[in-house]
């Protein structure tokens, strides 16, 4: 790899790379019996119907929609709306360490995350760890949400560096096949151990 290829940047997806993230966290609490949970996420408030608003889709829209669909569940989909922060109640182990150390070594970072506009303001006023971060594209805002190659386009316009420079972590194989599509480099994002290995086999993360 020659230089000019090597990353010099590092780009974090949020949900299940930086913050624990799933619907179920919250509706647990609210729903006792585990087979109507799990009938619940897979057919009311579903990761697939939640997507939307990472696609830019207002509550105001969904939510209305969803309870003339679903009457009966009304005051479960506003919890949804309502209670969203529950969604996501702690750090995934050890990423934290490894951003503070990116950080001390000067090394620029950068945020892509499919997250709603709507549940923005108040996930990131609670966040002191992206404290630093130089830009974070939000789906949200951009009314796009990854693999779809146009918000990989808005990140590199936004970032200031070419693909090349750019090592993306996500949970999801499907997003870094798109980044690397692109001539991003990419970290399918398991556990921190992993993430830590491969950074610092690229001399992105100093030794502890």
Same mark, same amino acid.
């Given at each position: 790899?020659?230089?000019?290829?090597k990353?010099?940047?590092?780009?974090f997806?949020?949900?299940?790379?930086?913050?624990?993230? +799933?619907?179920?966290y919250?509706? /647990?609490?609210?729903?006792?019996?585990p087979?109507? *949970?799990?009938?619940? *996420? &897979?057919?009311?408030?579903?990761?697939?119907?939640? #997507?939307q608003?990472?696609? @830019?889709?207002?509550?105001?829209?969904?939510?209305?929609? $969803?309870?003339?669909?679903?009457?009966e #569940?009304? /005051?479960l989909?506003?919890?949804?709306?309502?209670? =969203?922060?529950?969604?996501?109640p702690?750090?995934?182990?050890?990423?934290? +360490?490894?951003?503070?150390?990116?950080?001390? &070594?000067?090394?620029p970072?950068?945020?892509?995350?499919?997250?709603?506009?709507?549940?923005?303001?108040?996930?990131?006023?609670?966040?002191?760890?992206?404290?630093? =971060?130089?830009?974070?594209?939000?789906?949200?805002?951009e009314?796009?949400?990854?693999?779809?190659?146009?918000?990989?386009?808005i990140?590199?316009?936004?970032f @200031?560096?070419p693909?090349?420079?750019?090592? =993306?972590?996500?949970?999801?194989?499907?997003?870094?096949? /798109?980044?690397k599509? $692109?001539?991003?480099?990419?970290?399918v =994002?398991?556990?921190?151990?992993?993430l830590?290995?491969?950074?610092?086999? *690229?001399?992105?993360?100093?030794p502890?």
């Amino acid at each position: 790899m020659s230089d000019t290829n090597k990353p010099t940047a590092v780009v974090f997806d949020i949900g299940r790379v930086i913050i624990r993230w +799933d619907l179920r966290y919250l509706f /647990a609490k609210l729903i006792d019996d585990p087979a109507e *949970l799990d009938w619940f *996420l &897979a057919n009311v408030v579903t990761e697939q119907w939640h #997507h939307q608003q990472d696609e @830019g889709r207002p509550l105001s829209e969904m939510v209305p929609e $969803r309870i003339a669909r679903f009457p009966e #569940h009304a /005051a479960l989909i506003e919890a949804y709306a309502t209670r =969203f922060a529950e969604t996501y109640p702690e750090h995934i182990p050890g990423t934290l +360490d490894i951003i503070v150390r990116l950080k001390a &070594a000067g090394v620029p970072l950068f945020g892509l995350s499919n997250f709603g506009a709507d549940f923005w303001p108040e996930f990131i006023a609670n966040q002191p760890v992206f404290g630093g =971060f130089r830009n974070i594209v939000v789906s949200g805002h951009e009314n796009v949400a990854k693999p779809d190659p146009a918000i990989y386009a808005i990140a590199e316009d936004r970032f @200031g560096l070419p693909p090349s420079n750019l090592f =993306f972590i996500d949970d999801k194989p499907e997003n870094i096949a /798109a980044a690397k599509a $692109r001539g991003w480099h990419g970290h399918v =994002f398991t556990g921190a151990d992993g993430l830590e290995a491969e950074l610092s086999a *690229l001399n992105l993360l100093p030794p502890r």
